[in-house]
């Protein structure tokens, strides 16, 4: 285990002393993944920052319950006993028909409410139940609205959440294509992970050799090239996560000014820790898988191994 | 004890380095390979230390023969030899005393400051002890021979396969390294050596193999 910890800590050092020897191209290469990486991680964050003003700044969907119009009060009574129960409800009122008839009076231009009952013959309005869930995904208003159809005494439920949908429908789109920037972004971590051991391999041909007959193992050989890839992934990320920080700093400040024109606040907000964590995890992964796949096939192109 | 025991070579070019090659020799003995250039002095020390796979036949060092399929026990096998290669192959982009570590850090079993102990003492035995911090590109062609030979050393080898230790060399620097072999022999250590080297030969006073065209002569 010793011997183990050993020769990490020795490809550890032996990676950073190849970094240092060449720094400039290391940065050349770090750059190059940096800002490659950079705009999709850019697209990412201000999309969960859409998101999440979406949130807290949109309008709760309310699913409106008509009652057929022999519904009488004890059914009413049922109905909203029933509507206490369910967990999946946040709050709810109730809108009888005379309210109902009430609101559209105003709306309507007739001088008085019997003008209006007279023009119509009767009450033509059912009494209804408006409903906000706990949960507003359109998934979840579309099953509370099918749920509640099968009540009894429900002849119609109207669920506003079309513009919810429609929202949602951009954010995946906008998902959906962060995804497909990553894919891409993947191969192009391959590629320059691999492109770069390659050439490290070539400059350090020699020593490989060397190292070979002297009695190192495949694993002695190749461990310091997969530190090489997985640290330029990593540092990397770090890079692109540093400038789009930097980036977001300077939106702030111009939006912080626009924003008290209008009288509210607004500032965007950088990754979330978590996902911090995924993006430095996930191009180091991409780094050593890269050098793994470069330092496979071009030292046993040495005829080496 | 190493036994070849019918070591043929051929090359996928069909050229026949070594044919039906048959030699034994005795811990701490003194072997000299000779032979002219291309008779398969340097392809017989490569299959003894497993970086060449024989066509047929087998090496065998201590009732252990040499698995040529499995890269991990080539691996090991190769350290249990002090190797001198003919055209030195030294790091120069390192310095001597990191030259010298490099085989102590590939079998990974000592701390750094037990591998710097017996860096230090390698490089003493050869001379080299006040050019730890010189770069090998700074020292003559003879003292880079002692360095290679510092590296073969350090892991304490019980076996050294030396090719043409001193080729290139003038008659001082060929006389120290060959001091410097008879004072490790002395020690126990075997020498397998591949020369054309009449002076080496004669001063070291070895049983001597000649080959011929990839044949033992008789």
């Given at each position: 285990m010793k011997a183990w910890i050993r020769a990490h800590a020795r490809c550890f050092q032996l990676t950073f002393l190849r970094i240092i020897h060449a720094p400039f191209s290391y940065l050349f290469n770090l750059s190059v993944i940096a800002v490659t990486f950079c705009l999709p991680l850019a697209f990412y964050v201000l999309l969960c920052n859409f998101q999440s003003l979406i949130e807290t700044r949109s309008p709760t969907p309310q699913i409106s319950l008509f009652l057929s119009n022999d519904a009488q009060d004890n059914d009413v009574l049922a109905l909203e006993q029933r509507l206490q129960k369910s967990e999946a409800i946040d709050k709810f009122h109730f809108v009888s028909r005379d309210q109902a008839l009430s609101s559209i009076h105003g709306l309507s231009g007739f001088s008085s409410l019997s003008e209006l009952v007279s023009v119509l013959g009767r009450n033509p309005l059912p009494h209804a139940f408006v409903v906000q869930a706990k949960s507003n995904s359109p998934k979840n208003l579309e099953h509370l609205k099918q749920e509640f159809q099968k009540?009894?005494?429900?002849s119609h439920v109207q669920v506003d959440s079309a513009w919810a949908q429609r929202i949602e429908d951009a954010l995946s789109l906008g998902q959906y294509t962060v995804w497909t920037f990553s894919v891409l972004l993947a191969f192009m971590l391959i590629s320059v992970s691999f492109n770069t051991i390659r050439l490290q391999i070539l400059t350090h041909q020699a020593e490989i050799e060397l190292t070979y007959l002297l009695g190192a193992s495949h694993a002695y050989i190749r461990r310091p090239y997969l530190y090489y890839g997985t640290f330029l992934g990593l540092f990397g990320a770090l890079l692109a996560w540093l400038m789009v920080a930097t980036g977001l700093m300077a939106i702030n400040q111009q939006l912080a000014l626009l924003a008290t024109h209008f009288n509210f606040h607004i500032s965007l907000s950088h990754l979330s820790g978590q996902d911090s964590l995924s993006v430095c995890v996930f191009c180091a992964g991409f780094g050593w898988l890269g050098a793994w796949i470069s330092v496979s096939r071009n030292i046993f192109a040495l005829r080496l191994l | 004890m190493i036994v070849i025991n019918n070591v043929t070579k051929r090359y996928p070019d069909g050229f026949t380095a070594l044919s039906n090659i048959h030699l034994t020799v005795e811990s701490g003995e003194k072997v000299c390979i000779t032979g002219h250039s291309g008779a398969g002095k340097s392809t017989l020390l490569k299959i003894i230390a497993g970086i060449s796979p024989p066509t047929s036949g087998s090496v065998v060092i201590n009732n252990t023969s040499l698995n040529p399929h499995n890269s991990s026990l080539k691996a090991l096998w190769r350290r249990q030899f002090g190797l001198m290669f003919e055209d030195h192959k030294l790091l120069f982009d390192r310095s001597v005393f990191h030259n010298v570590l490099l085989p102590l850090e590939i079998i990974g079993a000592h701390s750094f400051k037990q591998c710097a102990q017996k860096v230090r003492a390698a490089l003493d035995k050869v001379g080299l002890a006040a050019f730890e911090k010189s770069l090998p590109a700074t020292l003559s062609g003879g003292e880079q021979q002692r360095l290679c030979m510092a590296r073969a050393l350090v892991h304490n080898p019980r076996i050294l396969l030396i090719d043409e230790p001193t080729a290139n060399l003038d008659a001082d620097y060929a006389l120290q390294i060959s001091d410097l072999l008879l004072g490790f022999n002395q020690l126990g250590v075997t020498l397998l050596i591949a020369t054309h080297d009449q002076a080496l030969i004669s001063r070291l006073n070895p049983r001597c193999v000649g080959l011929l065209q990839g044949h033992i002569l008789p």
């Open positions: 009540w009894p005494k429900v | -």
